[in-house]
């Protein structure tokens, strides 16, 4: 039997709503398809954005998304993607596809689709490709409110009032498809070019994100933060507010990557011993950070995240389409909870990506839309944003799976939201067998809210667009309430949420 103790006296952070954020690039059937269907077409829409998709990612309650990159924002020119769309320039997307880029979406349709979900914008500005100047004018012509060249022209393109932008990331995997650059070499180009993201806005400053490491670079991360950091209460905001990591899941390596539906059982724990990789990362760039920062101003945001595996047969190759199993139900979970018990450094995280892409929450086929597995577990967790990570622990667990691939079988965090209410999320990582969970608490007499589990006895099992309601949040019945807490048998390959006040 597994027991867990929560501690509801013991608060020991903020979980930042932004760790639940959500990527958009200009890749495959992301943007168009999958998010954008314009004005005239046939699928439901308000203003171009599909209305299905949009109300399942309200649902969600989507804190940020980051757009339109990724690779594609160190080639996007955003002037490109304003003004009438039959006079927007086309381009090839040379990183995704090789496929001809319209810029019928741009920053007006972000914006919009933002608006439309109800979550906070971060753009990722061009530093690979384009100028200081570009750069510059971009964040004039979003933020300013005044006569200038750029409120000018957003003016004669339709958009009187100035934006708001919360986040804006100078420059995206710069040691890589961005540049190729040295850490100190970017460091020193994002000391310039973020002098002009200016804050036009004084009561609403724009959050800057460095461009951070690429899994265990930290190398890197002591190059950047050495060149780049400034830690002086006149300068602190000026130079950055967040430093990046991405990491995604490849079962088998880089190069081959691994099926997104038929692996074995081996395959399944090697997976799910990746994901919980995310661990030692974040301690390992956070212990680079305290150095620099031991006060906590910097949050680290992992802006790409999710599993990575061979395109789906018979797409094309540079679109990243993936179906979307119980095992991806089951990596989200290991690393939402890794990321809320880091709460004091990971203060925003990017699931990548939205639709149709990687580790999608939503697949599109013409008219039909469903969600995936991960899309429920999200679901589920969306509680824990802005909540107070509370002290817990679980005892009473062994380590499963081959003995390279061993992984601890039950992962949890738990959180206590403004109102009182405790959410407990668990994941059961076993698919040979269910578990015992005996969940004790400090103080006595907490009543059951809600209990909702996502799972299937299958553990390739997926939702298509004829079975859309293989995988998804149910009720979970079968909780014991007592005095002193609950206890249940919590199904193998399950993610489970609990929630008490």
């Known amino acids: 039997m597994a027991r867990l103790v929560i501690n509801e006296e013991k608060k020991i952070g903020r979980i930042e709503p932004e760790v639940y954020g959500h990527f958009s690039e200009h890749l495959g059937r992301c943007i168009y398809e999958g998010i954008y269907v314009g004005e005239n077409s046939e699928i439901p829409n308000v203003n171009g954005m599909r209305s299905d998709v949009v109300g399942a990612l309200k649902e969600l309650k989507v804190p940020v998304l980051r757009w339109p990159g990724g690779c594609f924002a160190d080639e996007y020119h955003w002037k490109d993607g304003i003004g009438p769309r039959e006079n927007r320039k086309k381009m090839i997307n040379t990183h995704w596809g090789g496929v001809v880029e319209d810029n019928s979406f741009g920053t007006h349709e972000f914006m919009e689709l933002c608006s439309q979900i109800g979550c906070t914008n971060y753009i990722n500005g061009n530093l690979g490709s384009g100028t200081v100047q570009e750069m510059s004018e971009w964040v004039e012509y979003m933020t300013f409110n005044g006569v200038s060249p750029m409120a000018d022209l957003r003016k004669e393109n339709g958009r009187e009032e100035p934006w708001t932008v919360d986040f804006f990331g100078v420059g995206n995997e710069n040691w890589g ?55 002086t209460e006149d300068q602190f905001h000026g130079f950055m507010d967040y430093l990046s990591l991405h990491y995604y899941v490849h079962p088998e390596g880089w190069e081959i990557k691994g099926s997104a539906t038929d692996f074995d059982d081996e395959v399944w724990y090697k997976t799910l011993n990746k994901a919980l990789y995310m661990e030692e990362l974040i301690q390992g760039h956070s212990a680079i950070m305290d150095q620099y920062d031991p006060e906590k101003k910097i949050g680290l945001s992992v802006d790409e995240w999710g599993s990575w595996y061979t395109c789906e047969p018979g797409t094309n190759p540079g ?95 738990v959180s206590m939201d403004g109102d009182g209410v405790i959410t407990v999320t668990l994941n059961n990582l076993s698919i040979e067998a269910s578990e015992e969970i005996d969940i004790q608490f400090a103080n006595k007499g907490h009543q059951l809210r809600e209990a909702k589990i996502v799972t299937h006895p299958d553990m390739h099992a997926k939702n298509t667009f004829d079975a859309p309601k293989e995988v998804e949040e149910r009720d979970f019945d079968g909780c014991n309430v007592s005095e002193s807490g609950i206890s249940f048998v919590m199904p193998k390959n399950s993610v489970v949420e609990i929630r008490v006040s």
């Open 319 to 413: 679109f990243l389409y993936q179906q979307n199993t119980v095992r991806d139900a089951l990596i989200a979970g290991i690393t939402l909870n890794i990321f809320n018990k880091h709460c004091d450094r990971v203060k925003m995280a990017a699931l990548a990506q939205m639709v149709n892409v990687l580790q999608a929450v939503l697949l599109t086929e013409g008219e039909q839309m469903i969600k995936t597995p991960t899309y429920h577990v999200m679901h589920m967790y969306r509680y824990h944003q802005g909540a107070d990570l509370l002290q817990s622990a679980v005892t009473g667990i062994d380590n499963i799976g081959p003995e390279k691939w061993n992984v601890p079988k039950i992962t949890e965090s």
């Open 177 to 231: 498809c961005g540049g190729n650059m040295t850490p100190e070499h970017y460091a020193n180009e994002y000391r310039r070019y973020q002098t002009y993201v200016r804050n036009y806005d004084k009561k609403h400053p724009i959050k800057k994100v460095c461009c951070g490491a690429n899994v265990d670079d930290y190398y890197w991360t002591e190059g950047v933060l050495k060149t780049a950091f400034a830690n």
